[in-house]
């Protein structure tokens, strides 16, 4: 037990002080680099191992309702435990400060490019920053591939949902809710391929774990007004706005677009951001025309490199198209509102799914048709995860696509006359450094970069 635990905290049940806890969360989200494997990680190395707060059982519980909601899961993680500590304001808190981190930096690196985006330097800053993100995704495949795909059934939902998402458009909602009716039929059937993996129980007199064994506090307990209650209040700080904007403005104008679309994404991003990107992409590519798709790619560069979700792309999304239509605005100032808005309604209703639910889920500890529907889920989503892999890849080596659309096929053919040497080799080095010699995210990044610029110098870009 962490010896600076005081006596403020000891009216939560566990003697954790909230300006304890607010130094831990700052920590957590100072150091939320790498995706939502990496941020996990630090979580459970923090929490679990270090600070025995909660118990390896109860994190992986949470763990795995987070990963069933739409929204990023390592975020979502942050708030339920938070809940778990220190009631409502304890998840805002650890759920806020998850993310502030990564509005602030995404938000500037958004003015320089904004403003500094077709300097050759910044230019090729970026060339070298999307050879390194392609080999990040790449990594995402494999790493969410060795943890997911236990047997050949997992194999096969992987494989079926890249044909039916590459191929074929299938929409990614309804790629999640068929793989999470097998999963949960598969384990109701007593299908070992669906049986959830076992799990080490360290961290058994973990402080909340005590806490939640005898008398359990009040706000764990499900309780329906409560609810309804809360359920309210976050619909109407989620929804308010949006509604507000569509009447003042109209559906014609960006910021409501920005609203309405990124409130439909918050609806649909199972599985983190990397599951959902290809579709945003598409999105705000082809049919909103915000962005050039190797934009896109420079936004998930930006979000690779800082603290926090990668679904903080969104914001620089949201950036990038009020910036390009400020209507009456001066451009910048449009872009601020723009980026803040798509944070805001992506973000508010990953409050609301924790607030609402978790008193429930806890209830459901060890229920194996939850942990089924969860595997199989997971499991579609390494499919998923390596359909945006090639579509980063075909956007990022090739200069020229082709549409395909023959039905039932629908995708993009690359011209291969139009490959792009320099960004081939660099994606390659980016992947040998991370496989091969397995460097640190943030090292491929920067080196890939330096080489970037060191590209344009020599006159090669």
């Known amino acids: 037990m962490d010896t600076r635990i005081v006596q403020a905290g000891a009216d939560a049940g566990h003697g954790i002080s909230f300006g304890e806890a607010f130094r831990v969360w700052l920590r957590v989200a100072c150091l939320s680099f790498g995706g939502p494997a990496g941020q996990i990680a630090v979580m459970h190395r923090i929490l679990v191992e270090e600070k025995n707060w909660i118990s390896e059982g109860r994190f992986l519980h949470a763990l795995n309702y987070c990963m069933l909601l739409p929204g990023p899961e390592a975020q979502q993680l942050a708030t339920y435990v938070g809940w778990l500590m220190h009631r409502t304001a304890g998840g805002l808190m650890a759920g806020g400060l998850f993310i502030l981190p990564g509005i602030i930096a995404i938000m500037g690196l958004s003015y320089v490019y904004a403003i500094f985006g077709n300097v050759s330097f910044v230019e090729a800053l970026f060339f070298g920053l999307k050879a390194a993100v392609l080999a990040i995704v790449v990594e995402a495949v494999v790493r969410v591939g060795k943890r997911a795909l236990k047997n050949r059934i997992m194999i096969a939902l992987a494989a079926i949902a890249f044909v039916a998402i590459f191929f074929f458009a299938v929409p990614f909602p309804i790629i999640i809710i068929a793989a999470g009716l097998i999963g949960y039929a598969g384990a109701r059937s007593g299908r070992p391929e669906f049986a959830p993996a076992g799990h080490g129980h360290g961290g058994s007199t973990a402080l909340i774990d005590s806490m939640l064994g005898e008398a359990v506090p009040e706000h764990v307990r499900p309780n329906t007004a409560r609810a309804i209650r809360t359920g309210a209040l976050w619909l109407a700080l989620w929804l308010v706005p949006v509604i507000v904007l569509l009447l ?77 239509d400020p209507g009456g605005l001066s451009p910048l100032l449009a872009a601020t509102y723009g980026g803040l808005l798509a944070t805001w309604v992506t973000f508010t209703p990953c409050f609301l799914w ?36 090639i579509w ?59 080489a970037g610029v060191a590209l344009r110098m020599a006159g090669v870009i």
């Open 354 to 389: 924790i607030f609402v639910g978790a008193p429930y889920i806890e209830r459901l500890r060890g229920n194996t048709g939850l942990a089924g529907a969860l595997g199989a889920i997971t499991a579609a989503v390494v499919g998923v995860i390596l359909n945006l892999s």
């Open 392 to 450: 980063f890849a075909l956007h990022t080596l090739f200069r020229e696509t082709v549409p395909v659309h023959a039905f039932p096929l629908d995708f993009d053919r690359p011209v291969l006359t139009s490959v792009d040497l320099p960004a081939l080799v660099l994606a390659i080095a980016a992947a040998t450094a991370i496989f091969r010699f397995k460097l640190g995210m943030l090292t491929v990044l920067a080196g890939s970069c330096a």
């Open 248 to 324: 003042a403005l109209g559906q014609g104008n960006v910021f409501s677009q920005i609203a309405l679309f990124f409130s439909k994404m918050s609806l649909v991003t199972f599985g983190g951001a990397y599951a959902v990107l290809a579709y945003v992409a598409q999105q705000a590519v082809e049919h909103y025309h915000w962005l050039k798709p190797h934009e896109m790619l420079d936004g998930l560069g930006m979000a690779e490199t800082t603290p926090g979700p990668l679904i903080m792309v969104l914001q620089f999304v949201g950036f990038m198209a009020a910036y390009r």
